[in-house]
């Protein structure tokens, strides 16, 4: 018998003879990704045009980490220091800049018709 736990799709299976925990089971791990326009909005908004820019202005991440982290039209896969280091930067809390900036990774494959 498997039952689920919360939302983080880990589930609990008990051996059938001796009604005890017997492992874990876990789903693939979820990638999340920019959302290039509101990337590219925000940064705009603070007077950075690429990330060359972001890079000279010492947010608390080095370059190769920035780099690593957005593409040329500010697509790429979420790093969570560059995640921490835009909320200390922008003065954004956290769960805000995710909304914000972090394509839902459910929502991203449904269809809107």
């Given at each position: 018998m498997a039952l689920p736990l919360v939302k983080m799709r880990v589930y609990f299976q008990f051996c059938k003879r001796s009604g005890t925990?017997?492992?874990v089971h876990h789903t693939p791990p979820i990638e999340l990704r920019w959302a290039p326009d509101a990337v590219s909005?925000?940064?705009?908004?603070?007077?950075?045009?690429?990330?060359?820019?972001?890079a000279k202005m010492q947010i608390g991440v080095g370059q190769t980490t920035i780099y690593r982290s957005f593409d040329e039209q500010w697509a790429g896969r979420v790093q969570i220091r560059m995640l921490a280091a835009l909320s200390r930067w922008l003065n954004i809390d956290l769960p805000s800049l995710v909304a914000a900036l972090v394509v839902d990774p459910v929502l991203e494959g449904t269809d809107d018709e």
């Open positions: 925990l017997c492992g909005f925000l940064m705009s908004a603070n007077g950075i045009q690429d990330r060359g820019q972001l």
